[in-house]
């Protein structure tokens, strides 16, 4: 409302009177107040820092207001650094100074460390977003295949509801209702389980990679084996926070020819880490131990050999949870398989080892009978062994109980008998010439007394119902008297040369060993090294986001 014509004068821009002006405000909101009393004064910022002593209400709620507008301005300057990627130090720059007391002159602009502060909460803000990614896996003639149908944000509760209700709008999206064999998720949060147990109308499948996790997590809990991680991480921590130490190391590598490795410390949320730093810490044995200053630093003997009687064991176990990540492979089959060999040979105490490594065995094994009950016969119908039984490097199930063993046959034989009969060679013997078997089999009343002929005798008994029960017994029998192939051979490529053999089990095959036995490909998408969500891409929309995800990974 006011121009300032010199030092000591101001002139009012309503009705142009002049009159004195030293640096107070209380004249000229007198005048206001008097002359022109409609003039909206908690708008006015430049009165707002004003000393208004007739009224200190009045000065307390501009103030107040001035104050939020400032506020504003700061984290707009945030927001611009944050978007164009401008260093922090772009606030402490002259002309850029200059130009805010241009445009504002009563506004003082922040130094470095408020618009660092800033940064840090709008930071917080973005990463508080949460996402959903689903991924989809299948196979197409016999090879593995993925796509990423969607990553959408999901602000709501992640309540088990809110979660089923995203899960059937995304099968629905893309016409999946009816189609998905299992969803694969984490085991560690007990709203997508119960999402997938209780509310959804497909098997739920907890990932065995954050299951065997767990499970090793109850080994290190074991307050001795706990302590020699402690000392361990300790030692690499003095290590890699002094550099004369640093030195030394390196220098004793090679006086003993050894690799110059750096000692890695680990992460409390990857077990792995553990066993990659015992492994450098072996490696290195006499030179850390020789180099190690402090004495509360020093790992005793006992802690050295508990470290060499538990590594073997660690790689067992880190060689449990690389195998299942190839993506391009089946996998869902082996989680049982791995299972039955780790708690039978590797998790299994000997007489040699120390107590402390025992107990980590046993914890360990309890933990994962307790968490994939491989005994108990209500699991004979999940997809981890209906998959196991479908591929031709497990279908014998030797490593499970005869009588879980009984249960998935006949759930196996179940789904057999439940596929549409509408392919004339849907059956691993055709029809036609089981039916010329029937009239040379009347002949012969010696083979009628055979288990074979009794099924044809009974074919011709009850008809083609019976014929089409007797062909899918058959074939799941054919199947099961054939050896199992290696191992290390692809059973996919198995079932493409075998496929005209095998229809009926073909078709349940490409429906249960495309599971993934982790939820890995959906967690790498927001991995720290992931292509589209990272800490540049931020201020990304949640539909950008999904949108650019999808073109990405497809």
Not at 98 to 115: G, N, S
Request: with cysteine; proline share 4%.
């Amino acid at each position: 409302y006011f121009e300032k014509l010199n030092e000591t004068t101001v002139q009012c821009n309503l009705c142009s009177t002049s009159f004195s002006y030293h640096k107070s405000t209380t004249s000229m909101l007198n005048h206001l107040k008097l002359k022109h009393p409609s003039a909206n004064l908690e708008n006015n910022t430049d009165c707002a820092y004003g000393k208004k002593q007739a009224n200190i209400t009045t000065f307390t709620a501009l103030s107040w207001r001035c104050d939020q507008s400032h506020a504003e301005r700061t984290v707009l300057i945030a927001k611009m650094i944050a978007k164009d990627m401008l260093p922090t130090s772009f606030v402490e720059g002259d002309s850029f100074k200059e130009l805010m007391e241009y445009i504002e002159p009563v506004y003082t602009v922040p130094a470095r460390k408020t618009i660092m502060a800033r940064l840090k909460k709008l930071h917080i803000e973005c990463a508080a977003a949460s996402y959903v990614t689903i991924t989809c896996h299948f196979i197409r003639q016999w090879k593995m295949e993925s796509v990423v149908l969607q990553t959408c944000g999901m602000p709501e509760r992640h309540t088990a509801e809110n979660l089923a209700d995203m899960l059937n709008t995304a099968a629905e999206t893309w016409n999946l209702k009816g189609k998905i064999t299992a969803c694969v998720h984490d085991n560690n949060a007990s709203n997508i389980v119960l999402a997938n147990t209780a509310l959804l109308e497909w098997e739920s499948n907890p990932c065995f990679a954050h299951t065997l996790q767990l499970a090793i997590n109850d080994g290190f809990k074991v307050s001795s084996i706990n302590h020699v991680v402690g000392a361990a991480s300790r030692l690499v921590s003095h290590f890699r926070h002094s550099t004369g130490a640093t030195q030394a190391l390196k220098l004793k590598q090679q006086q003993q020819n050894l690799p110059q490795h750096h000692l890695m410390q680990y992460c409390k949320t990857r077990w792995n880490s553990i066993n990659d730093m015992f492994e450098t810490k072996m490696g290195n044995c006499s030179s850390v131990t020789k180099l190690a200053e402090a004495r509360t630093l020093e790992l005793t003997d006992d802690n050295w050999q508990i470290i060499i009687e538990l590594l073997p064991v660690l790689r067992s176990l880190k060689c449990a949870t690389t195998a299942l990540r190839g993506e391009s492979e089946v996998s869902i089959s082996m989680v049982y398989p791995i299972t039955a060999t780790l708690l039978s040979k590797h998790l299994k105490p000997v007489p040699e080892e120390s107590n402390k490594v025992t107990e980590f065995k046993t914890a360990v094994s309890e933990s994962l009978r307790w968490r994939l009950e491989p005994a108990a016969l209500h699991r004979a119908g999940k997809a981890a062994l209906i998959s196991s039984l479908l591929d031709p490097r497990h279908k014998h199930l030797k490593f499970i109980d005869a009588p879980v063993r009984m249960a998935v046959r006949e759930k196996l034989d179940k789904l057999l008998s439940n596929l549409p009969q509408n392919d004339d060679n849907i059956a691993g013997v055709e029809p036609r010439t089981s039916m010329l078997e029937v009239e040379a089999a009347n002949s012969t009343v010696k083979k009628l007394c055979t288990e074979c002929d009794k099924h044809i005798a009974m074919a011709t008994l009850f008809g083609d119902y019976y014929m089409e029960k007797a062909s899918v017994q058959t074939e799941l029998e054919n199947f099961i008297l054939e050896p199992c192939i290696p191992p290390d051979q692809d059973p996919l490529e198995w079932r493409r040369v075998n496929e005209n053999r095998y229809r009926k089990l073909a078709r349940l095959a490409k429906a249960y060993l495309s599971v993934p036995a982790t939820s890995v490909p959906a967690e790498r998408i927001f991995s720290a090294a992931g292509l589209i969500v990272n800490r540049l891409c931020s201020r990304l929309s949640p539909e950008h986001v999904d949108m650019l995800i999808f073109l990405n990974q497809n």
